[in-house]
């Protein structure tokens, strides 16, 4: 007899497979599809995420938590305009081990992995399978989402974010910087420990300029990070190969409905990550929004009434009000963001940096940002 489903998940990234484990954790029979057109095996995955406490707690819950040397904690965050406005986080001050941990993507996704092999109630299937309940969780780029008729609005920005790996000549100190400048929003992200000395790069910039700063040579490429960073870690070494992808603004119109696709029987569907949101990478929230939805939709079954499915229609749009609502204010500020420092109007500048000034000396404001940030209630 072939084997009987509760839930479909599509997608096996970070977060299909987080919500696979919590939903096994729960007796719940999973099926873990594959997404149709998986990322090359070939290619070096130079991704790094910047998960914050809450995240953290989630992995931790189901073992899957990387090692230090691939989860470097951030004691201090500093954040410059393009004048003199400069806004900084301390780990310290707000009473934390860490305001976030930079964690290497391809060593979550082993962990992730190796717990899906050891979780019987998980089973990995070539394709969709009949389940109650269907969640997409294929990213950005989702084939289902569109079968179930979901219209994906996206706002594109002129940008093109570039993600590589540089090895610097000082220390890290495990401090997260970024710079909003005229060319773009660049970041650094500590890597390798609490003494390490490389960094994950990620760079918003106009697209035209992504192109040709993705056709330089490795050193050229790293004398422009050297300049644009005021050579802060000092002189740079590109140690991985360079990815850039289009960003974009985006949230599906329905998380949830009734129904099925592609032929495969399914009562019922919902959304979760990149397949529902897509924000910004200023603020370095993608993933832990991802995160966040599958541990309220994981709680929403969790503590259904006995007598309802999986598949309740009731349940998933309590889910999709409870996640739309606390996206509301990331994106907002994202976007507003974005948009505040894509204008090189000298009067904009100066109310960026009057803005930055004063947010450095309001404590309380610092502080709830930071508490947001760290998923802190």
């Known amino acids: 007899m072939a084997p009987t489903f509760d839930i479909c998940i599509r997608g096996t990234g970070i977060v299909g497979r987080t919500l696979a484990l919590l939903l096994a954790r729960e007796r719940l029979k999973v099926a873990l599809v594959p997404a149709p057109a998986p990322r090359s095996a070939a290619a070096t995955d130079v991704r790094a995420y910047a998960l914050n406490a809450a995240s953290r707690s989630l992995l931790e819950s189901l073992r899957s938590w990387p090692d230090t040397e691939h989860a470097t904690a951030v004691k201090h965050m500093q954040v410059q305009g393009d004048q003199d406005g400069r806004v900084h986080f301390d780990a310290a001050l707000q009473g934390v081990e860490a305001l976030a941990w930079i964690v290497d993507v391809p060593a979550l996704e082993e962990r992730l992995a190796q717990a899906v092999r050891f979780q019987p109630l998980v089973e990995v299937v070539d394709s969709p399978v009949a389940a109650p309940l269907t969640v997409v969780c294929e990213g950005r780029s989702s084939t289902t989402r569109a079968e179930f008729g979901v219209q994906f609005d996206v706002t594109p920005y002129p940008q093109h974010a570039i993600a590589t790996r540089v090895r610097c000549e000082h220390p890290h100190g495990q401090v997260a910087r970024q710079w909003f400048l005229p060319q773009g929003i660049l970041a650094f992200l500590p890597l390798e420990g609490p003494q ?9 910039v106009p697209e ?20 644009a960073s005021q050579q802060a870690l000092g002189n740079l070494e590109l140690i991985a190969e360079r990815a850039t992808w289009p960003l974009q603004l985006a949230k599906a119109d329905r998380w949830c409905g009734a129904g099925s696709a592609a032929g495969v029987g399914a009562r019922s569907w919902v959304l979760a990550g990149d397949a529902a949101h897509n924000v910004h990478p200023l603020a370095g929230q993608g993933l832990n929004l991802g995160l966040a939805d599958v541990a309220a939709l994981a709680d929403v079954l969790r503590t259904r009434d006995y007598w309802r ?4 229609l009731r349940l998933l749009r309590r889910y999709e009000r409870q996640r739309k609502a606390a996206l509301v204010a990331m994106g907002l500020a994202t976007d507003g963001l974005q948009q505040l420092f894509a204008r090189q109007e000298a009067p904009w500048q100066a109310l960026r940096n009057w803005g930055m000034k004063g947010f450095e000396h309001s404590d309380w404001l610092k502080n709830f ?9």
């Open 196 to 204: 390490g000395n490389s960094v994950a790069v990620v760079w918003s």
């Open 208 to 227: 035209e300029q992504a192109a040709a700063l993705m056709a330089l040579p490795a050193e050229a490429f790293a004398q422009e990070l050297q300049t």
């Open 309 to 312: 499915s999986v598949a309740d």
């Open 369 to 377: 940002v930071a508490r947001q940030a760290m998923g802190m209630r």
